[in-house]
């Protein structure tokens, strides 16, 4: 059994304009010892996804779909059983450490209160605890007695990680971890997490803009455009012989260190991510797409087989056409 399931996910944020579909049917799976990373532009709805697993949404958010959670359905869980499996169940590293922690607390007794909490050990036992998860992140034991202004950077998202391994969750959630941090603090984080997740043998979802990062630290890709997933498979086969020119130019373009304006449009591919609320007809990428047809604009893919465990929704691929079209009738 997989320790996530996600099927025929739809997230719909409610706006005084109306509703606003930021994820559209999103299905996948993460096993055990295996990390999903999930890329697009900002605004296609991966960070969407990540907090719906958790139900992180405000109440009027309207999610559809499964999220089996070791097979249990987060989207039924009563109140009490929730607020348990946030922590034990799946934990999330947010981007931002510098807020995430609370400045007036030493970053030990933040540990210690998240296993409390949980009634996972009384105060004795959670620190020494917390003391153990800082050597495990990297930390000398001694750093938990300091406030958070007193670390680095890199220091704080170390704490942030191991605040979320606190209570031994199966499922960690990284929406875009090592975004705020320079180049070389970045590469130890990734190390460090994906040490984490080999040597605990803990389900990830890493949520990025950033291709290149993912390379680093997935077993698989998934690309999401306008609130779909348009191309899914092994890490290295999704990277490098991308079947979606979606795909292709995200692999194309590296991001210029610390140039926000990458996370809204990626080098080398023109014009902008549809507004959700007027999505195209037809493939929804046919406005950018360098290899777009005539088809294109009409008929709207699906994920088709694409080879080596690829799935791409793409009408290039090998029988797509035919299949859209038959699926439309
Ligand atoms: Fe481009 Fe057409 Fe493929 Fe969409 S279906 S990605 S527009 S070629």
Known sequence: MSVLSVRDLSVTYQTTGGGVPAVRGVTFDIDRGEVLGLAGESGCGKSTIGAAILRLHAAATKIEGTILLDGENVLEMKPGRLRAARWSG???????????????????????????????????????????????????PRRIDDYPHELSGGQKQRIMIAMALACNPSLVIADEPTTALDVIVQAQVLRLMRGLERELGLAMLFITHDLSVLLEVSDRLAIMYAGKIVEEGPAEQVFHHSRHPYTAALAAAFPEIGDIRFRHRPSGLGGDPPDPQDIPPGCSFHPRCPKAFEDCSSVEPHLYPAGDGRRAACLLIEGALASAKDGAR
Not at 110 to 129: N, P, Y
């Open 90 to 140: 799946a934990s999330i590293v947010f981007q931002g450490a510098l807020h995430a922690l609370n400045p007036v607390k030493r970053v030990g007794d933040q540990i210690v209160e998240a296993i409390t909490t949980h009634q996972l050990a009384g105060d004795r036992e959670a620190k020494v605890r917390a003391g153990a998860l800082l050597e495990q992140v990297g930390l000398p």
